[in-house]
């Protein structure tokens, strides 16, 4: 989240649209980027939770909600592939490949789709208050 620095006496902070924009997309972009490398879906599945705890409580709420949907579409499709594997027949790759070709079939467009509805949607510029510590004096 890129914001300005704050300044001593400073009441309030801007979180830009752009900033918020690009922190929306990174769910998907993370998703498209994963789904198209083969092994790396297994690592974006941790990744991919921290993006999701740091982006959900955005402080514009339209970042956690596609945040939130980027997820749901990442881990259906991981959580079908994973259990359905179990019984993929032998030690073959086909199967692998198959699954993959569904995912990358089901995440791609979709990921696509996403990024493109947020990179027309205006992101205003948002005013955060800062919180200021309270200061207690300490007797010497």
């Given at each position: 989240m890129s914001a300005e620095p704050v300044e001593p006496g400073q009441t309030s902070r801007i979180v830009t649209g752009r900033s918020s924009r690009f922190a929306a997309m990174q769910m998907d972009l993370g998703n498209l980027v994963s789904m198209l490398l083969p092994p790396l879906p297994l690592l974006w599945f941790g990744g991919s939770m921290?993006?999701?705890?740091?982006?959900?409580?955005?402080?514009?709420?339209?970042?956690?909600?596609?945040?939130?949907?980027?997820a749901y579409r990442f881990y259906a499709v991981m959580g079908?592939?994973?259990?359905?594997?179990?019984?993929?027949?032998?030690?073959?790759?086909?199967?692998?490949?198959?699954?993959?070709?569904?995912g990358l079939a089901v995440i791609i467009p979709w990921s696509l789709w996403s990024i493109a509805r947020i990179r027309k949607e205006h992101w205003p510029d948002i005013e955060v208050p800062v919180e200021t510590p309270d200061v207690e004096e300490n007797p010497s």
């Open positions: 921290l993006i999701y705890a740091l982006h959900r409580h955005h402080p514009n709420p339209k970042v956690g909600e596609y945040t939130q949907r980027a079908a592939i994973i259990p359905i594997g179990t019984f993929f027949p032998g030690r073959g790759i086909t199967s692998w490949l198959i699954a993959w070709g569904v």
